[in-house]
């Protein structure tokens, strides 16, 4: 019972976003930065970028950034969205569960709760609340990169939904 | 996100000897049942009872039986134990962890967090609370098995933690 390691950098790449805000972090330095590949990162980001958290600007400058600020980002949403096997156990797909007993399972009720209990949590916390404020990610080292925007910060029209940076 | 296939069909297991009560089931039975392997099942059977959750019974007409009621047979507990990869996300596991900004993470709390409310709905159930009385069970076709113990029904001194059956 594990998350996936897709699950896994998605967060961390939201989080890295969330820890640099006002500027445009690169694939590279996030890839640097967790030792991931940055094959699987550009992956995320274009993933992050249809589901509307990551914008990409292209070019020299250019890099991703969130497109909502990290309180209107809710961990359990990132979740359920990164996440596709919730399929707890065999039966919780109906379309290929062979389980003899499943109508009168109450197993599947079980872990139906847990799951819930699991993701209450998560919807109480958002993004904002997995960064340390800038001031102590900055002495903490994960916001030494921290600057002013670029002067040349793009129009919001010319953002597009991230694909690569 | 999913239990391991050995969680799964260690539940299933432990439940089948619970709505079979007061006799011997087999592991064919089982593996019939389920449509899972025999030789996956053994496995599952072994661990259970150096776990003292399942006696086996040898030769003609033995077979696995409980060890303990299924009120006391805690879901918590079977899947905590069943279940040995709970290092959710990288940084979960401290050996190979090479997470940069682990230190100053609240990821890996939230996660903790998340986990002990989906255990704390299994805490709250038993083996019990899962199968249905004997009599709903065997119009189900879940107990359609079920008959008394059988005359030779083995003294406890013959009975050992589960090894096959």
Redesign the interface.
């Known amino acids: ?5 897709y ?2 950098y998605t ?2 790449v939201l ?1 890295y976003c969330a820890s640099n805000p006002g500027r445009l972090v690169t694939i590279a330095e996030i890839a640097e ?3 991931v590949s940055r094959n699987h990162l550009m992956k995320i980001v274009s993933d992050l970028g249809r589901q509307g958290l990551l914008a990409t600007t292209r070019g020299r400058g250019g890099g991703v950034q969130l497109m909502k600020p990290p309180q209107d980002i809710g ?1 359990g949403e990132v979740l359920r969205f990164a ?1 596709t ?6 039966c919780f797909d109906e379309g290929t569960s ?4 499943s ?5 599947k009720r ?2 139906d ?3 819930n ?6 919807d109480g ?1 958002t993004l904002a ?4 404020p800038p001031s ?2 900055a002495r ?3 916001g030494v990169h921290l600057r002013a925007p670029p002067a040349e910060m793009p129009e919001p029209a010319r953002r597009r939904p991230a694909a690569r940076a």
Chains 1, 2 share one sequence.
């Open positions: 019972m594990r998350l996936a390691d699950t896994d967060l961390r989080m930065r967790h030792g961990i996440e096997d919730f399929r707890l156990v065999e062979n389980c003899a007993i109508p009168t399972c109450r197993l079980l872990l709760d847990a799951l209990a699991y993701f209450r949590v998560l916390a609340d997995l960064v340390l102590e990610a903490s080292g994960l």
